[in-house]
T-cell receptor, first 110, second 110 residues
């Protein structure tokens, strides 16, 4: 079974803090994704990566950056957290088109 | 027009009945179609993939695809209370990304 893990289930940060969300997959998948999910807005793609050190912007990249130094790990960085970044953050990985999700990180920015 | 649209719900069905979920998509070049189940507070879980026109059955779940009508559906037979969840339709447009619908919430009444 594909296993996608995320570093925290719940996280509380203060406005202006730098926040790191980590995602690790154990299935040697090429592609990794970061989404946020908000009530009424559904799943929105922030960034994705189709290879080590490669990244592409999704639909809502503003305020975020990513890092993929190793194939199994994809990090989402909030350079200066703001209250409107309070959300559920979901990481996913895929070999082809089927994406498998991690458990999610519920981030609250105060 | 949204890329992927689902019937808004919520959908309430009695235990043992058939739940029917619908999804339409706007991009004619879409090739692959997925249904995810998401329990409240949890991450999406892939339950069905369908790639060619027709029906695909997996246990109590049947996915139906009609590319000419740009329509994909999910039937849940013999609905159980454990099927109560939000169901997300996702469409792949021949790259690594998925476009998600907003989801349909299903409640199975005992």
């Amino acid at each position: 079974d594909v296993k996608v893990t995320q570093s925290s289930r719940y996280l509380v940060k203060r406005t202006g803090e730098k926040v790191f969300l980590e995602c690790v997959q154990d299935m040697d998948h090429e592609n990794m994704f970061w989404y946020r999910q908000d009530p009424g807005l559904g799943l929105r793609l922030i960034y994705f990566s189709y290879d080590v050190k490669m990244k592409e912007k999704g639909d809502i990249p503003e305020g975020y950056s990513v890092s993929r130094e190793k194939k199994e790990r994809f990090s989402l960085i909030l350079e200066s957290a703001s209250t409107n970044q309070t959300s559920m953050y979901l990481c996913a990985s895929s070999l082809s088109q089927e994406q498998f999700f991690g458990p999610g990180t519920r981030l609250t920015v105060l | 027009q949204k890329e992927v649209e689902q019937n808004s719900g919520p959908l309430s069905v009695p235990e043992g009945a058939i739940a029917s979920l619908n999804c339409t998509y706007s991009d004619r070049v879409s090739q692959s179609f997925f249904w995810y189940r998401q329990y409240s507070g949890k991450s999406p879980e892939l339950i069905m993939s369908i790639y060619s026109n027709g029906d695909k059955e997996d246990g109590r779940f049947t996915a139906q695809l009609n590319k000419a009508s740009q329509y994909v559906s999910l039937l849940i037979r013999d609905s159980q209370p454990s099927d109560s969840a939000t169901y997300l339709c996702a469409v792949n447009n021949n790259d690594y990304k998925l476009s998600f619908g907003a989801g349909t919430t299903v409640t199975v009444r005992a």
